[in-house]
């Protein structure tokens, strides 16, 4: 039997649910309105400890439980869950000291879970695009080609193919992209699938990482652009809260002339069965016997039509 392919377009779809579906007012600054709270909150009180911030264990396992619940990764094989478990390692490990903060080294806080989602996201896609089958801990990822499993590699042409979706996420490209790979690929032509994606999504997350400053009271080099791409960040989530509203108004209306057209259905329905009763027998005067008087054919006998027992 084949090794079944995780369905990270789905996966990240429904991550990417999660969190445009809790956009609040202030955006930037990872606020939210309902379920990435909830989610919080269920996750941090898994091992009854409640302690404000995410364990690896507690993260890993609300988001499975959440995915299996939406995707098919609820039918999925050991293999399947695995990699995505490993995924969702990878992610934490990624975001967990992503935002400065007063909470634990090795526990997420409200806003890197935040990030960490957005890091799963663009993850996925990149899992996606590049056909992973298998993530395991301490291997590189995985595909399957011919039916035996290789690493995958990242080459100039796959770079330049995914440069679109990694532009779209923020990160600022410049040049030709076979400089720009030679450049990245240190002049190898080729490089692993798990270095590739560990500079594309911390690029993409570069804007929430401390500012660093050359000396006391002098700001980083980088600030300007880093302020810039937070400006972008900060309107790229008001566009999509703006497209989530639209998205809920659009289910109210749809409702709405659901519920109108089926009230017009009933309706249509009632006056259908209030005509035929009007013109039922008992209503138009129908012999006591209850037979119609016959008709005969045009050109037929007198003797054709019937007569119906009693009548004459």
């Given at each position: 039997?084949?090794?079944?392919?995780?369905?990270?377009?789905?996966?990240?779809?429904?991550?990417?649910?999660?969190?445009?579906?809790?956009?609040?007012?202030?955006?930037?600054?990872?606020?939210?309105?309902?379920?990435?709270?909830?989610?919080?909150?269920?996750?941090?009180?898994?091992?009854?400890?409640?302690?404000?911030?995410?364990?690896?264990?507690?993260?890993?396992?609300?988001?499975?439980?959440?995915?299996?619940?939406?995707?098919?990764?609820?039918?999925?094989?050991?293999?399947?869950?695995?990699?995505?478990?490993?995924?969702?390692?990878?992610?934490?490990?990624?975001?967990?000291?992503?935002?400065?903060?007063?909470?634990?080294?090795?526990?997420?806080?409200?806003?890197?879970?935040?990030?960490?989602?957005?890091?799963?996201?663009?993850?996925?896609?990149?899992?996606?695009?590049?056909?992973?089958?298998?993530?395991?801990?301490?291997?590189?990822?995985?595909?399957?080609?011919?039916?035996?499993?290789?690493?995958?590699?990242?080459?100039?042409?796959?770079f330049a193919q995914c440069l679109p979706m990694i532009k779209a996420w923020g990160v600022s490209i410049t040049g030709r992209p076979n400089d720009v790979f030679a450049e990245l690929s240190k002049g190898a032509?080729?490089?692993?699938?798990?270095?590739?994606?560990?500079?594309?999504?911390?690029?993409?997350?570069?804007?929430?990482?401390?500012?660093?400053?050359?000396?006391?009271?002098?700001?980083?080099?980088?600030?300007?652009?880093?302020?810039?791409?937070?400006?972008?960040?900060?309107?790229?989530?008001?566009?999509?809260?703006?497209?989530?509203?639209?998205?809920?108004?659009?289910?109210?209306?749809?409702?709405?002339?659901?519920?109108?057209?089926?009230?017009?259905?009933?309706?249509?329905?009632?006056?259908?069965?209030?005509?035929?009763?009007?013109?039922?027998?008992?209503?138009?005067?129908?012999?006591?016997?209850?037979?119609?008087?016959?008709?005969a054919e045009v050109g037929a006998s007198p003797s054709s039509l019937a007569k119906p027992p009693g009548l004459w």
């Amino acid at each position: 039997m084949p090794q079944e392919v995780p369905a990270w377009k789905d996966y990240g779809r429904t991550i990417k649910t999660i969190r445009k579906s809790t956009l609040g007012k202030k955006s930037s600054s990872f606020e939210s309105m309902s379920e990435l709270d909830e989610l919080f909150a269920g996750f941090d009180g898994a091992d009854k400890t409640g302690k404000g911030t995410l364990s690896l264990g507690e993260v890993t396992k609300g988001l499975i439980v959440e995915l299996k619940d939406r995707t098919r990764l609820k039918n999925s094989d050991n293999l399947v869950v695995e990699s995505v478990e490993e995924a969702i390692r990878r992610g934490f490990h990624a975001t967990k000291n992503l935002i400065p903060g007063d909470g634990r080294a090795d526990q997420l806080e409200h806003d890197e879970f935040r990030a960490m989602l957005i890091y799963m996201e663009r993850f996925f896609e990149l899992l996606q695009f590049f056909k992973v089958v298998e993530l395991e801990k301490g291997k590189p990822a995985s595909t399957k080609s011919g039916g035996d499993e290789r690493p995958v590699f990242v080459y100039d042409k796959e770079f330049a193919q995914c440069l679109p979706m990694i532009k779209a996420w923020g990160v600022s490209i410049t040049g030709r992209p076979n400089d720009v790979f030679a450049e990245l690929s240190k002049g190898a032509g080729k490089m692993g699938f798990d270095a590739f994606a560990h500079w594309a999504l911390q690029a993409s997350l570069d804007f929430l990482a401390p500012e660093e400053s050359t000396s006391p009271g002098e700001p980083s080099p980088d600030a300007e652009k880093r302020k810039a791409r937070a400006m972008k960040y900060k309107k790229e989530m008001e566009k999509e809260e703006k497209e989530a509203q639209l998205e809920r108004e659009a289910k109210q209306k749809m409702a709405q002339d659901m519920e109108e057209l089926a009230a017009k259905s009933a309706a249509a329905l009632q006056s259908s069965r209030d005509a035929l009763k009007a013109r039922s027998p008992s209503s138009r005067g129908a012999s006591p016997t209850g037979y119609y008087l016959p008709v005969a054919e045009v050109g037929a006998s007198p003797s054709s039509l019937a007569k119906p027992p009693g009548l004459w």
